[in-house]
């Protein structure tokens, strides 16, 4: 048995400049971390005496006798990828998915994490990241970027800058107080609504020749954040200010990234105290999340008091194997590919 643990991620800067048709032509990059919220993946072989081959629970249970016959498709596809036959995968997580976490792409890290362990393969972060980039956007063929899987894979405060070549990922050197900080004035919130990023990632990509001014500025905008969480002498609430105009910017950037309902929620929390915040992933729904200082922040909770606070801290490990009991596989002769 084969159980990973892979974080979830906040994006802060540079979202939407992680989509290969911008950065290709124009450069990217984000500043993201990862938190203490989970997905799960547990996998085993199956013992021969099942009556079927593969079981496989998640949202839904799925019981079948052929790869083919699997419904979802980032599990089929990697199970193709790796050579994988005859396992029960069961799948958990600390946060709903479709919320702007990243979700897909933080499972899709760790069960590939599970299945190299699975045949006895340690592998790298990097190379986690680069087959779960090319598991969503060239097998499952799913629109978006590549931001969440490297950061599930990596984990920590990162900067990701992405080019023709790849991409590179450099720890953000930041103070351990000056991170305290920051941590303590983020306020996380959870707003009941979730969607598919993949059909907004993919209007964005739509629309992207009418974009790309706002997305050349969004890139610059990482620079601007990478000083001020460096510089030990810079004031962290315009890290704040800063992301409350990266919001404002990236509302501009695709007509399905906010709603009534969201920009209602954000100005209400401006007004009750923070300085700036954004609505995380590709937008739509899913989390928002401010910027307060201490002594606004019962005010801004008590203002949107009908969502539902998520506490957190950043953590630094990425996608780990946490236990690992391997059994010797011995294929069934009547399986079926």
Known sequence: MIITKTPFRMSFFGGGTDIPSFFKEHGGAVISTTFDKYCYVNVRHLPPFMPYYSELVYSRFERV???????????????????IHE????????????????????????????????????VGKRKLAEDAIRLERELCHEAGGWQ???????????????????????????????????????????????????????????????????????????DEAQKILEDKHADMNDFGRLLDYTWRLKRSSGGRISNTMIDTLYERGLKAGALGGKLLGAGGGGFLLFYVEKDKQQQVLKELEELMHVPFCFETEGTTVIHYSPIVYIPRKDIKI
């Open 148 to 222: 969440d899987q490297i950061a599930a894979a990596y984990g920590g405060m990162n900067r990701i800058d992405f080019h023709d070549n790849g991409f590179k990922v450099t720890p953000v050197i930041i103070h351990p107080d000056r991170k305290k900080l920051l941590n303590d004035n983020l306020i996380l919130f959870y707003t009941g609504v979730s969607r598919l990023s993949a059909e907004i990632q993919q209007d964005t990509i739509n629309h992207q020749h009418d974009k790309t001014a706002q997305l050349k500025e969004m890139l610059s905008l990482v």
């Open 65 to 83: 006798n052929r790869i083919d016959d699997i419904e979802h498709p980032a599990i089929r596809e990697a199970m193709r990828m790796l050579d």
């Open 87 to 122: 396992i029960r995968l069961t799948y958990e997580g600390d946060l709903p998915a479709r919320t702007g976490l990243g979700t897909s792409s933080t499972f899709a890290v760790g069960m590939l994490n599970a299945f190299y362990a699975l045949k006895g393969k340690h």
